[in-house]
């Protein structure tokens, strides 16, 4: 419509109404305007022109075709119009991965795609979305769309559709308007438990008949909110929906259905922009019918029950809690207490789970609305129909565990044994079938922090398991099949728990040390993530007897380039061994001599370092720009221990290295220990590291002798027994700078660890079964027809061949050089050796 374009002639007379509501001529809105015209205003427009103005179809679409996206592509109409803010989506955290991966195939940039946070039930927080919002027309940034979900695939959490309805009415009226859409790929079919002549507000009656017959199922009602959500998915501007997901399709099926017809011709080709009563009608894409509707209601009523199972499932006297992710309406009150929730629990187990279908629906025939059993249960698990619960364990004194790592770690056993993962498998014989998913801080925030804080567990940034069990069934829930389900998943978590409590106890063990020195001699403790009472990072400066200490120097000085270790004589608790002034018997040892010297008193008198590698203890990422060490000794002998700051990880350490720096350290700064760090080496890309024989025998590993490194030194403010994390803050802040120039790693002491610092003796042992040796058949059988076996069969095996062509894995290879005693000859019962010397418990009761 500007002057010399094909539709000036219109330009003064042919007006629009803002989505403020008014009338302007369309060539005079500013491009703010333009981006925030209301939906249909949008798609009035070609048919508006017709009707006024007479002007053809196939002139429309010669200049449509000249200006519209499909042609000119984005980049150049935001030129045109001068939008240098980049537009966006809004929806939930949660959403599924197929939106920023659409927006990055489109050239929208999966940086516009802004996740909004998620509530304690995992559904969009309102309040976040507005503040977004605001920023947006505060700015003037248009927006796209904001997606509410309707149904995460994840949770069953359904968005509060007419709250984004409604903040878009009240945004509109200030000049920023949206499509809204709604992802109805999960939920969309749960419509169909509407009643037909539902209208938000309506009370829908809890059941009353019980039915005739065996295998009694009643219908089971959704969350008013869900009712009134799902009601408002006909004022959406676009829905989702998947036949293939509650619609039971049994093969890829997706549906997208439009409100207003005309714009699914936005991305089409050969778009008819005029609507003169010629289009087919959108409705035969609609979902209709009320088979599906009692389907679902009792696939939610066998949802709900489940919900009572898992939310009743353990009191104070059982070995764990279940935790589902909904709260029970009890915690959800002002006010709650401990006790209000126990005594809603116990209600649960009288009422429901006790009972019958049938039996539940005639005595709530006797009971007030507000104390109907059937009234809770609506209340009761998610949304729609996956329930979300997580588990946690007690020690054996009745405390709960605190570290989530830990409560991670029962779930991954139990989801284990409760799911299919291998192919001798047999679904057949698994009750029960569990999935799981993680929460992050990233994508669930205040979700997540709130679900750790009701599982007692200490805020940690790892990722939280979630398990989760989808309903899909529409079979009867009678005969107490629902009952039996979740007794033998309280059985499955329960013998778990034996082995979390087994790995977590904090009881005396034998205790390996790196020893360092000839001056001074130092110990460093070879620690194991994976056993609690392994799982610190110890450095000790320590005494010898006279004649022990001269020993030991004759061995150091004869054999530079083996390793030397110091294990105790007697099972002890690291805390025993790190007190002051502490003594304690030991061996001195060697990998390829073993026994040195016998009942060796050691007598601590500096505790350098004393770290827990608690998960909340450990750091939320691995340093992107250097590798960090604790540097100790005397200004002669100086050794390096590398920082375990998260897990898995790697022990770097070496002693005797050769500094060349800018500034000498202080006698004290060396005794006490200060912070090294390896400027040219980027530990975040590293980690995390191969097994210790791939890092050995790797050329250009940087720990290896003789390597001169740039480093930059600073002061350590922490004290020596002061737990993570922020245990390396300093690093970067140039007022705790010591000093800077180079390291030089020795040709001898250096120790390389990257198995058994992360190795798992409680990990349950595969069976050695045949798929694996068809895998192997499958690889050999493709590289001989890319090679033609040119070089034989023993060439054609797939895999490293090491010790005569036998196929190693890692645990092979950490027996392979000779690390330990795959015999486990001299060992305590219930003991295995872990290699380089050092001792770790065996498996315990775990299967």
Known sequence: MAKGEPLDFIAETFQVETCKGEKKPFAQLSTWELLNLKPYTVLDLTDRIYKEYGISSTFMSNIMNKYNIQSTGKAILEQKYGITKPMRYFLSKTRHYSW??????????????????????????????????????????????????????????????????????????????????????????????????????????????????????????????????????????????????????????????????????????????????????????????????????????????????????????????????????????????????????????????????????????????????MQLLRALGSDLNINGIAFNWRHTDGTLNDDMEEANYLMHRVVERLSVDQPEDDPTKIPIVLTSTVFSDELYGECKEKYAERLGLKPCTMDLMVVRNVVMSPFPTDRNSLSELAGTLKCVVAEEVKVCQERNKINGDYHNFLMQGIENVYLVHLPMFHVAKHRRQVILAVNLPAKAKEAYVSIKNANATESITFVTATKVKLDDITSQGGEFRGSITSRESGILLKDVIATVKQVVKDRSLISYHRENSYPSRCMPFYLYGTKTEANIDHILLRAPNIQLTAERVKLQIDKPLSTDQLASGVICCLDSVREAALQPFPGTADVRSNPGFFFSPGKNLPVTIYRDPRGPSEDGPGTVD????????????????????????????????????????????????????????ARGCAAGPAACRGGDLRNGGELLDDAEEYWARGDGDPEGEDLEAGEEEAGDGRVRPGPGPGP
């Open 100 to 373: 920023p991966k659409a927006s990055a195939i489109v050239g929208i940039g999966s940086d516009n795609v802004v996740g909004v946070k998620a509530d304690c039930a995992a559904r969009l927080d309102l309040e976040d979305l507005e503040k977004h919002l605001e920023e947006s027309l505060s700015e003037q940034r248009a927006v796209y769309a904001v997606v509410a979900i309707i149904g995460s695939t994840e949770e069953g959490s359904v968005d509060s559709l007419s709250g984004v309805l409604a903040l878009r009415k009240r945004f509109q009226a200030r000049g920023l308007s949206f499509l809204v859409h709604a992802d109805a790929a999960w939920g969309g079919y749960f419509c169909s438990m509407l009643p037909p002549d539902y209208h938000p507000g309506d009370i829908v009656n809890m059941p009353t008949d019980v039915g005739a017959g065996e295998g009694y199922v009643p219908d089971s009602g959704l969350r008013v909110e869900t009712q009134e959500d799902l009601f408002a998915l006909r004022f959406a501007d676009s829905i989702t929906v998947d036949p293939h997901k509650a619609g039971y399709i049994p093969y890829p099926a997706g549906g997208l259905c439009y409100r207003d017809e005309r714009m699914r011709f936005l991305v089409t080709w050969t778009s008819p922009v005029l609507s003169r009563g010629t289009l087919t009608s959108i409705g035969i894409y609609g979902v209709e019918g009320n088979g599906y509707g009692a389907l679902l209601r009792e696939v939610t009523f066998t949802c709900s029950r489940l919900s009572a199972e898992w939310a009743a499932m353990t009191t104070e006297k059982d070995s764990f809690i279940c935790v589902p992710l909904n709260m029970l309406p009890s915690e959800l009150k002002e006010g709650s207490t401990k006790q209000m929730v126990e005594e809603e629990k116990q209600r649960i187990r009288e009422q429901i789970l006790n009972k019958s279908n049938a039996q539940i629906v005639q005595e709530d025939a006797e009971r007030p609305d507000d104390e109907k059993a």
């Open 730 to 785: 300093v690093i970067g802040k140039s007022g705790d700078v010591l000093a800077k120039g180079t390291l030089m790693l020795g040709n001898g002491g250096l120790y390389i660890d990257s198995v058994a610092l992360n190795k798992d003796p409680y990990k349950r042992v595969e069976k050695y079964v045949k798929w694996k040796e068809e895998f192997d058949m499958i690889g050999k059988s493709r590289e001989e027809g």
